[in-house]
């Protein structure tokens, strides 16, 4: 039976080796140096994870901002576990932990998003320190 429960330090392991397994793609999370400043984050944010028989299969990782709403920035379900609701329903656990409280979500996936029901609100952008930023691409349009 899938259960989600709060992130404890234990789980970390478990965590780095789900992270590990979607290759290159989350590689900014696991790869070293990149992993202490996750440890940081992750104690620095509610994470609930999705658990079958023990085994970690899931996870979620989001921030409060101080009753302006809350913010997801990861959720992961491990690739034999897509499909079969982990994913909702850690997205409900988060959403529980926060009543009366707006979610948003930092998708890399909006169709998944858009598939559970969610609205579509705004978008996000990018602004990178000078030194890893290409040139702006002509756009056409004013300079505001």
């Known amino acids: ?4 429960v709060p992130y ?5 392991a478990a ?3 789900l992270l590990k397994s979607e290759g290159e793609e989350w590689a900014c999370y696991w790869e070293p140096p990149h992993w202490e400043k996750y440890r940081h984050a992750l104690a ?16 979620v990782r989001a921030r409060e901002d ?8 990861d ?11 982990c994913g909702r329903l850690l997205m409900e656990r988060v959403r529980r932990n926060f009543p009366g409280q707006t979610v948003y979500v930092m998708s890399g996936v909006d169709g998944y998003y858009e598939k559970l029901g969610y609205r579509r609100e705004g978008s996000i952008f990018e602004v ?11 756009s056409g ?4």
Do not use: T, W
Request: proline share 5%; charged share 30%; net charge negative.
């Open 1 to 4: 039976m899938l259960e989600i």
């Open 8 to 12: 404890e330090r234990e789980q970390e």
């Open 15 to 17: 965590l780095n080796a």
């Open 44 to 59: 620095h944010s509610v994470v609930f994870v999705a658990r079958e028989a023990g085994d970690l299969c899931g996870y």
């Open 66 to 73: 101080d009753g302006f709403g809350v913010y997801v920035y």
């Open 75 to 85: 959720l992961l379900v491990r690739r034999d576990k897509r499909g079969k609701a």
């Open 128 to 138: 990178c320190a000078e030194e890893a930023c290409a040139p702006p691409k002509e």
């Open 141 to 144: 349009q004013p300079n505001v």
